[in-house]
C-alpha cells in the first residue's frame, strides 16, 4: 500500500491524454459516481464533478470510442 501514489484530481485511461498517469493504473482503480460504482469510466475529474463513459458502440474517425460527459459526484478509490 505504500507504493501507491495519491489518485489525482483528474485522470484518464487513454495514454495519449496528458491526464494519463502510467503509474497509477498498475494498481486496480475503482470509481464511485453518484453513489454507484462504476466500471466503465473512460475519465474523470473530482473538483469538477464529471465523468466520460463511451457512448455505445460510437467511435470516432480514428477508431476512438465517443465519450459523453456526465456531471455529479466522483469518488476514486485503490481497490
Known sequence: MTDRLPLPDHLATDPG???HVAAV?????GIRFNGKERHDVEEYCISEGWV???AGKTVDRKGKPMLIKLKGKVEAFYR
Open 17 to 19: 491524454s496528458p491526464h
Open 52 to 54: 466520460k463513459v463511451a
Open 25 to 29: 493504473f498498475e494498481h486496480d482503480i
